[in-house]
């Protein structure tokens, strides 16, 4: 495992990536505390197209207003 500050990792983005396609774990630190980690994507293939359709059915309301507990729940009241 490789930790890297902020600074570091964007000015050096396209190497981290290499070495996380080769699986390495790359730490992005902030003042030496890690706030992100740059791994490998597992099944990051393409993606395919139209396989979920027929699994979902979009309701007519879709689009309604929302009632209006839930609009003053989103809305913080």
């Known amino acids: ?4 500050g902020i600074h570091e990792a964007k ?4 190497k981290l990536i290499q070495r996380a396609n080769a699986g390495e774990e790359v730490v992005i630190t902030n003042s030496g505390v890690p706030v ?3 791994v490998t994507m597992v099944g ?5 197209l139209g396989r979920d359709v027929g699994q979902f059915e979009v309701p ?8 209006g507990h839930l ?3 989103f ?3």
């Not at 990051?44 to 395919?48: D, E, F």
């Not at 007519?60 to 207003?65: E, V």
């Open 44 to 48: 990051g293939g393409p993606r395919q």
């Open 1 to 4: 495992m490789v930790m890297v």
């Open 36 to 38: 992100a980690k740059l």
């Open 60 to 67: 007519d309301d879709f689009d309604d207003p929302l009632p």
């Open 11 to 14: 000015t050096t983005l396209s």
């Open 71 to 73: 609009l003053d729940a």
């Open 75 to 77: 809305e913080g009241r």
